[in-house]
Structures are given as structure tokens and as C-alpha cells.
């Protein structure tokens, strides 16, 4: 049996854990709780514009990748990983960025972790900015990335053991003995 017309094949990296894999899958085949989704499927909300900068209906286009706080993350993550002029107008271009890059090939996988886990950060501050008493600071998010995939890499990555000041500095330097083994 074929799937459905709307589904999309999402690469499953065994480096993020699985909920982060699957939060990837999810975003890509429109299955997020946005306030899109939710107000199609007859959820009665008080708005449907988008919770982080309310400049525009919150689908999983938007807040990955139009939102001002989105844009300002990427920003931040091609900056750190030094990747100049790289687009992506499309969330489907966003999910496989890994694989448009000028990294090289050795390095794809260890940057489709760095892009799933700011996906996942990016839904879990919004998240927060929902649901939670305290609002979050956006200015911690981009620390949590670079957190969250240094340690996923070391302890789910095969024999990788990366200095951490390296990888704050330059993942692509803190990699290069590794990008082999993976």
C-alpha cells in the first residue's frame, strides 16, 4: 500500500532521540497543533496568529520558518556552523537543509542534527510561551541548541567525543576527527 498523497518521507537521524525524529516527521506532514490545525479541526481558539510575533497565522510554515523569531535562530545557526547564503523559502527546504549546504558530505548528518533539534527548540518555546507562567527567554534558545546537539552527538554517536568549547565555537573544527566514523 502506497501512502497517503500529503505524506512525506522524513530521514530519521539515530543520533536525536526518537521524539525529536518524530517531532521532524510531524512538521512535515502538517501534523503539528498549530493554531491553524487546530482551528481546522474545529478547535475553538481565541486566535489563530502566531503566539512568538503574532505577524501572521501560526501554520508549521510560519513558525519554522517565516516567524521573526524562526528567522533569527537560523540565522544564528548557519553564523555559528559559518554557512553564507544558504535560503530556505519552503519548510520542506528547512527539514532537508542538511543536504543543501556546502559543508560536505562527512559533515550532513551531525548538521541534520543541529536543524532537528532547532526545530524541535523553536516548538518547544513556543510551547512555553503558551503554556507556561514564567515567559521564557528567547535569548536561551540558541544556547539550548547548541546544548541539546552536543549532547545528543557525544552520547548517542558512535565513538564521538567532542570538546564542548569547540563545539560552541566551531562544530565543523570540533567535528573533523569524527565525520568519518558516522
Known amino acids: 500500500m502506497s501512502p497517503p498523497a500529503s505524506y512525506v518521507a522524513t530521514r530519521w537521524n539515530r543520533i536525536v532521540p526518537l521524539k525529536v525524529n518524530i517531532n521532524t516527521w510531524r ?5 503539528m497543533a498549530t493554531r491553524s490545525n487546530l482551528d481546522r479541526r474545529g478547535v475553538d481558539l481565541d486566535s489563530v496568529r502566531c503566539p512568538l510575533c503574532d505577524d501572521g497565522i501560526e501554520t508549521e510554515d510560519h513558525i519554522f520558518v517565516h516567524c521573526k523569531v524562526a528567522k533569527e ?5 548557519l553564523k555559528w556552523w559559518r554557512i553564507p547564503n544558504v ?12 543536504d543543501h549546504t556546502p559543508l560536505g ?3 550532513t548528518k551531525f548538521f541534520d542534527v543541529v536543524v532537528q533539534t532547532t526545530i524541535w527548540s ?3 518555546y513556543r510551547n512555553n510561551v503558551i503554556f507556561s507562567a514564567k ?3 528567547k535569548n536561551l534558545i540558541f544556547n539550548d541548541i547548541k546544548m541539546h546537539s552536543f549532547n545528543w552527538i557525544v ?3 558512535r565513538k564521538v567525543s567532542l570538546n564542548r568549547i569547540m563545539w560552541f565555537d566551531h562544530p565543523c573544527n570540533a567535528l573533523s576527527p569524527f565525520c568519518t566514523v558516522i
Open 27 to 31: 512538521v512535515m506532514n502538517g501534523r
Open 73 to 77: 535562530l537560523w540565522s544564528d545557526v
Open 87 to 98: 535560503s530556505f523559502p519552503f519548510l520542506q527546504d528547512l527539514v532537508h537543509l542538511a
Open 105 to 107: 558530505e562527512k559533515f
Open 122 to 124: 523553536i516548538w518547544r
Open 135 to 137: 515567559k521564557p527567554s
Open 155 to 157: 552520547s548517542r554517536g
